[in-house]
């Protein structure tokens, strides 16, 4: 399910070579298809269309400009969590009836910022979220909508720290509090109360999880009276990384459509990763080849835990593989970054082909929470975006310099 391939032993983005764009622009860079995200959006839409979903793209896994402007143009909507993203999902155009924010954390001012938005609704995370709402909302003289997100208490089968649907977990509202948010409405007279929300985790590679999960919403719906116009039921469904597999659009609508189909709610979704994951790369080029005493390899690259944490945070696979595939004798490496840390690394044991210096290796399904979650560690600038359509290679952010490292700080002139 996506546009890297190989040809000749050379590896493609879509029709163009990855080398030739190594060769152009410095290394560590990321490297996203359009026609694959596009795809990907294009299969989830499908696959749903008889319930006429809207979908809203989760920001919080690729927040690049380029990339919501092109699904925004192609129908999405857009899932936020903070006042930066709304910024920017307002940046790209993206219609504000088209735009759900969900965060356990939603600020005052960035609160007002929505209402005076007009966004579709808050997807609202607790009792004091949502007095803050209804009091910022009545000095405003608006009503915005808001759905309540539920916790189902659903495990998930995915790491711990993306785990979002169970009761120790921080997100969302015991059906005992909904309930009485439901039977009280009146006390939050300053929001029209719309729709329910549940969002169980990311990288679920399972029907199963959501399925519980929304027949315990719809349970709960049923069983006291609730009617409303919405259910969301966020993202969260999970990609192929290596031996991991997942399941495609169509297996996961078909076991969620017989749920939803006919009760009087329109569905919304969120994926982020379904749709960007597997259509993006990181590339780096091979500092040096380390050869322990001992017959250890480590393949020193220049990109780290600061360009790519989901390996040293969830200890996340991603496959790892030469540009060009020119050598047949292979060896065990570890791929490790420059930073100091002994947890900076993008994989262990892995058995590739001879590496030599100055080549080139591609990150695998790096397009969601790759660059989201790069940072400046050990003060280094982080790499820039490139996006390959219709044959040809943009920039769709630059990479950063040092000067863009203290851009924003100040020396105090006692100091200097």
């Known amino acids: 399910m996506n546009d890297f391939t190989y040809k000749d032993n050379a590896l493609y983005c879509e029709n163009v070579p990855v080398k030739a764009i190594a060769d152009k622009f410095p290394t560590p860079f990321y490297l996203y298809s359009y026609a694959t995200f596009m795809d990907h959006f294009r299969k989830i839409k499908k696959a749903f269309e008889a319930v006429d979903p809207l979908i809203c793209f989760s920001m919080k896994s690729n927040s690049n400009l380029s990339i919501a402007r092109a699904l925004v143009r192609e129908g999405a909507g857009l899932d936020i969590v903070s006042g930066g993203e709304l910024f920017k999902a307002l940046k790209v155009g993206c219609p504000a009836d088209r735009i759900v924010y969900a965060s356990v954390g939603k600020t005052e001012a960035e609160i007002e910022s929505a209402i005076r938005s007009n966004i579709l609704f808050f997807n609202v995370e607790s009792v004091p979220e949502l007095?803050?709402?209804?009091?910022?909302?009545?000095?405003?003289?608006?009503?915005?909508r808001v759905a309540l997100r539920v916790n189902p208490d659903v495990s998930a089968d995915t790491h711990e720290y993306i785990t979002t649907g169970k009761k120790e977990n921080k997100f969302g509202i015991d059906f005992t509090t909904a309930e009485d948010i439901f039977d009280n409405e009146n006390k939050y007279s300053n929001v029209s109360l719309e729709g329910i929300h549940v969002h169980i985790g990311s990288q679920i590679t399972d029907t199963e999880p959501f399925v519980k999960a929304i027949s315990k919403v719809i349970e709960f719906l049923e069983k006291s009276a609730v009617s409303v116009k919405w259910l969301n039921i966020g993202g969260g469904f999970g990609i192929t990384y290596g031996q991991e597999k997942?399941?495609?659009?169509?297996?996961?609508?078909?076991?969620?459509?017989?749920?939803?189909?006919?009760?009087?709610?329109?569905?919304?979704?969120?994926?982020?990763?379904?749709?960007?994951?597997?259509?993006?790369?990181?590339?780096?080029?091979?500092?040096?080849?380390?050869?322990?005493?001992?017959?250890?390899?480590?393949?020193?690259?220049?990109?780290?835990?600061?360009?790519?944490?989901?390996?040293?945070?969830?200890?996340?696979?991603?496959?790892?593989?030469?540009?060009?595939?020119?050598?047949?004798?292979?060896?065990?490496?570890?791929?490790?970054?420059?930073?100091?840390?002994?947890?900076?690394?993008?994989?262990?044991?892995?058995?590739?082909?001879?590496?030599?210096?100055?080549?080139?290796?591609?990150?695998?399904?790096?397009?969601?929470?790759?660059?989201?979650?790069a940072s400046n560690y050990n003060s280094r600038p982080r790499p820039a975006e490139l996006l390959v359509k219709n044959g040809r290679v943009r920039v769709i952010r630059r990479a950063e310099t040092y000067k863009d490292l203290i851009s924003c700080e100040k020396m105090l002139k006692e100091l200097k």
């Open 131 to 144: 007095i803050m709402i209804d009091t910022v909302s009545r000095r405003l003289k608006e009503k915005p």
């Open 246 to 373: 997942a399941k495609t659009a169509e297996e996961f609508a078909s076991r969620i459509i017989p749920l939803v189909k006919g009760k009087g709610f329109r569905l919304i979704l969120e994926p982020g990763r379904f749709i960007i994951g597997n259509a993006g790369i990181l590339v780096a080029k091979v500092l040096y080849i380390k050869t322990t005493s001992g017959g250890k390899r480590f393949a020193i690259v220049n990109a780290g835990m600061n360009d790519l944490i989901r390996p040293s945070l969830y200890d996340a696979y991603h496959e790892i593989t030469p540009v060009v595939k020119l050598r047949s004798e292979t060896h065990m490496y570890d791929i490790v970054g420059p930073i100091c840390e002994s947890g900076d690394f993008l994989g262990k044991n892995r058995e590739l082909p001879e590496l030599v210096e100055d080549e080139y290796l591609a990150v695998m399904s790096t397009g969601a929470y790759g660059f989201a979650m």
